[in-house]
C-alpha cells in the first residue's frame, strides 16, 4: 500500500509501502491472533521483523520487506540455506522464551469449551479430548499445544471425521513421546521459533555484496510467522 507519485522508482516505492494482512475467516480458530501480534512486536523490537504500524479488528498493518520471495529451489543453494540457518539462530539465540504471552486453554475445538484429560487409543472410541501430557508441557504455548488445538478443531459431523480426528489425536500423542525433549536449547529445552518456515516465507534481501563476517551467506529474513515455542 503506497501512494505512488510520478517519478518514483521501484525502490522508492518499495521503501515506503505498507503491508496491510487480513485475516481469513475463522481463523482464529488455529491461530491466536492476539498473541501473534504480542509476538511481532518482539520480533520487531528486536530488528527481526518490520514494524509493526497498526492493528484492526480482523488484521495488521506493518512495513513492506524489501527483497525476493524465496522458491524450493533457492532453499538448495548454500548461500540461501547458510543465509536462513543464521537468521533462525538469531532467532532461537536472542528471543526470551519468558516474553511469549500466555496461550488460551486447550479446548475441544469449534464451541470453545476448555477441557481436559487423556485421549483414548482405541479407534473404536471416537472421543477426542486435549492430553494431559501435552496440556502440561511448559512454557506454553509451545508447537505441541499448538498441534492439539488444531486437532481438537476438526469437524466431527460424521462418523469418518470422528474417526480421522482420533487417529490424528493419537499419532500426536505418539509423536509428542517420541519427540519431545528437554535436552535443547532454552529453558526447559524450548526456544522461541517461527513455526511455518516454508520457502515463501523467507524473502532474500536486496544484495550489497558478501561481508567478511558472513563471505557464503545471503542475507535473508522472514514473513508470517506462527510463532510459539518449540
Known amino acids: ?5 510520478p517519478g518514483m522508482t521501484k525502490e522508492q516505492i518499495d521503501e515506503d509501502a505498507v503491508l496491510m494482512r487480513a485475516y481469513g475467516n475463522n481463523t482464529e480458530i488455529l491461530i491466536d491472533r492476539e498473541r501473534e501480534a504480542k509476538s ?5 523490537e528486536r530488528g527481526l521483523a518490520p514494524p509493526l504500524l497498526a492493528r484492526f479488528e480482523n ?19 548454500e548461500p540461501v540455506w ?6 533462525l539462530g538469531q532467532w532461537h539465540g536472542s528471543l526470551p522464551i519468558l516474553s511469549v504471552p500466555n496461550g488460551r486453554p486447550l479446548t475441544n475445538g469449534m464451541n470453545g469449551n476448555a477441557c481436559n484429560g487423556d485421549v483414548t487409543h482405541n479407534a473404536d472410541s ?16 509451545n508447537i505441541w499445544t499448538v498441534m492439539q488445538r488444531w486437532v481438537l478443531a476438526l469437524a466431527t459431523g460424521t462418523e469418518a471425521e470422528k474417526k480421522r480426528r482420533t487417529q490424528l489425536q493419537a499419532e500426536l500423542e505418539r509423536s509428542f513421546l517420541e519427540l519431545d ?50
Open 1 to 5: 500500500m503506497v501512494k505512488n507519485k
Open 40 to 44: 511481532h512486536g518482539l520480533l520487531a
Open 59 to 77: 488484521g495488521l498493518l506493518y512495513k513492506f520487506i524489501q527483497g525476493r520471495v524465496c522458491t524450493p529451489h533457492d532453499l538448495t543453494r
Open 82 to 87: 547458510r543465509g536462513v540457518a543464521r537468521r
Open 126 to 141: 471416537l472421543r477426542s479430548r486435549p492430553s494431559k501430557s501435552i496440556a502440561a508441557r511448559s512454557p506454553t504455548p
Open 181 to 230: 525433549s528437554t535436552n535443547g536449547l532454552g529453558r526447559d529445552g524450548l526456544v522461541f521459533g517461527h513455526c511455518d518456515l516454508l520457502s515463501a516465507n523467507v524473502i532474500i534481501l536486496p544484495s550489497t555484496g558478501f561481508t567478511s563476517q558472513n563471505p557464503n551467506a545471503e542475507k535473508v529474513s522472514f514473513i508470517d510467522s506462527r510463532c510459539c515455542l518449540r
